[in-house]
């Protein structure tokens, strides 16, 4: 079984600073990675996913994540935030067999950007 | 280009009603899937379909039945609701099976009092 651990379930930061929000996972199998924003009332849009490859991805809106295999870790990272990326942001794993449909996700993070 | 659509956006229940959440999706996507999301815990898998007429289980699908009757339509029911089911769920569809990505509806926030 896989499990998603994020780290910081709450993050506020001021606008135009750095941003790291932080994913562990879990599993016994190889899995691929994503990283998916929620919006106020809105459903979940994705941001991007590691699949195989260069271990630095690039998702939308300046956003990348890192995948570290020994550290099971896949942090997001973004160097200078906007108000419009307040949102809650969720990490999930899917076993590669199982392909990008049966997403494990992590309890989530809520990304506050303060003016 | 609708994408995926749900309704209704909001429902309250008693407990023992039963009720249908419904969802549809114009992209010709062979794969749907039902979420809940419950506070802290993320989301969780419900049931799934690889297609018209297949229905599987996921993490937690009891007290919840799906059919596929048709591509485009993956209505959830609750046959008897619970508090435990108050949650926010998400109907989710990919082009298939595989690397495609879900694209999430906006939600259904359903309480059972």
């Known amino acids: 079984a896989q499990s998603v651990t994020q780290l910081d379930s709450q993050v506020p930061v001021f606008e135009e600073a750095p941003v790291e929000l932080r994913c562990n996972y879990s599993?016994?199998?190889?899995?691929?990675l994503f990283w998916y924003v929620q919006y106020p009332n809105q459903g979940l849009q994705l941001l991007l996913k590691y699949l195989s490859g260069s271990t630095l991805v690039k998702g939308i809106n300046g956003f990348e994540a890192e995948f570290n295999k020994s550290q099971t870790s896949f942090h997001l990272r973004k160097p200078s935030v906007h108000i419009s990326d307040t949102a809650e942001y969720f990490c999930a794993v899917s076993p590669l067999r199982e392909g990008a449909q049966k997403l494990v996700f992590g309890q989530g993070t809520r990304l506050t950007i303060n003016p | 280009n609708a994408g995926v659509t749900q309704t209704p956006k909001f429902q309250v229940l008693k407990t023992g009603q039963s009720m249908t959440l419904q969802c549809a999706q114009d992209m010709n996507h062979e794969y749907m899937s039902w979420y809940r999301q419950d506070p802290g815990m993320g989301l969780r898998l419900i049931h799934y379909s690889v297609g018209a007429g297949i229905t599987d289980q996921g993490e937690v699908p009891n007290g919840y039945n799906v059919s596929r009757s048709t591509t485009e339509d993956f209505p959830l029911r609750l046959l008897s609701a619970a508090p435990s089911q108050t949650s926010v769920y998400f109907c989710a569809s990919s082009y298939s099976e595989g690397l495609s990505p879900l694209h999430f509806g906006n939600g259904t926030r359903l309480t059972v009092t």
């Open positions: 599993s016994s199998v190889s899995v691929y």
